[in-house]
């Protein structure tokens, strides 16, 4: 089943690999006939093959539903655990090259609209949510309830502060650049276009406080998306929000992600914002 799985990066055998997928199956339980779960918590890295495959098989069982059928679960079990695989790889390959070294870090889980930080930050790297085209809440559902971020109770609350969704739509007076933007936007997705446009603008604003003059950032978001056949330009809003709320950009990234077909037709073009605070 895994053989074609690359295990060069975790040093990990095949076969044991192979025997810890087999004995995670018992454990498999489905939840509401839909959703499969493995009941298994995960440690802190290094992780033993058992946790390696735990955590590829619940991304499995996760993947959006389509697994029905033993062979379905092998499958997506085979693509996940690669995609782990070369993702770890290419960490590896650019903590070599970079000299990175890991630090200690805090993980703060709040709404960006509330957090009220201190501090003087050197820089911001993220990725806001993709347009009307990820559920974050929804699908990763059984990660976040699994791992004990929130419990099932909770969820409908956190889904309604996302980014961007337009019941959240606030009376934010936005700046004339962006109002364009909304404006041009197909007329079905016009609330959507505006609720995304202010909440990243509000949410970039907000981080600058907290951000030192001349912090660097970078921000991934895609380049398009397209709605009833007219495309809505993601990065170009983004990247007006960002020079609206104080930040200079200096470059924006072009990378080509061949074969996402999670994201629709044709290649799918992500963009990286480059710059700093001003
Ligand atoms: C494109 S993903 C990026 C995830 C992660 N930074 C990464 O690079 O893998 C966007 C993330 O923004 C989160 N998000 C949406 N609304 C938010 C809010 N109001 N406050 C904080 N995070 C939010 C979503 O849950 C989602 O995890």
């Known amino acids: 089943m895994i053989s074609r799985a690359k295990v060069g990066a975790l040093q990990l055998d095949v076969d044991e690999i192979r025997r810890a997928y087999s004995s995670l199956l018992p454990v498999v339980r489905a939840e509401r006939g839909q959703t499969a779960l493995v009941d298994v918590k995960l440690p802190p890295e290094p992780w033993s093959p058992v946790e390696v495959a735990a955590v590829c098989l619940s991304a499995a069982l996760e993947g959006r539903g389509r697994v029905r059928r033993p062979r379905d ?57 993709y347009i009307m085209t990820v559920d974050y809440v929804n699908e990763h559902r059984p990660s976040i309830v699994k791992l004990k971020l929130a419990d099932s109770s909770q969820l409908e609350s956190i889904e309604a502060k996302t980014i961007g969704l337009p019941s959240r739509v606030s009376a934010v007076e936005l700046p004339e650049s962006l109002l364009s933007y909304v404006k041009e936007a197909p007329s079905d997705v016009r609330r959507v276009v505006a609720a995304y446009a202010s909440d990243v603008y509000r949410a970039f ?74």
């Open 73 to 129: 679960l092998e499958k997506a079990y085979e693509s996940e655990f690669n995609r782990l695989i070369r993702q770890l790889e290419a960490f590896s390959i650019l903590r070599r090259k970079l000299g990175v070294k890991l630090a200690p870090v805090e993980v703060i889980q709040a709404d960006i609209m509330e957090l009220d930080m201190e501090g003087e930050f050197d820089a911001l790297l993220t990725s806001p949510p």
């Open 205 to 278: 604003k907000r981080i600058r406080k907290t951000l030192k003059p001349g912090a660097k950032i970078a921000v991934a978001v895609g380049k398009n998306h397209r709605f009833s056949g007219k495309l809505v330009p993601t990065t170009a809003i983004v990247k007006k929000a960002l020079e609206e709320a104080g930040y200079r950009i200096t470059e924006v990234l072009e990378i080509k992600c061949p074969g996402l077909s999670a994201f629709k037709r044709g290649d799918w073009i992500e963009c990286i914002i480059l710059g700093e605070r001003i």
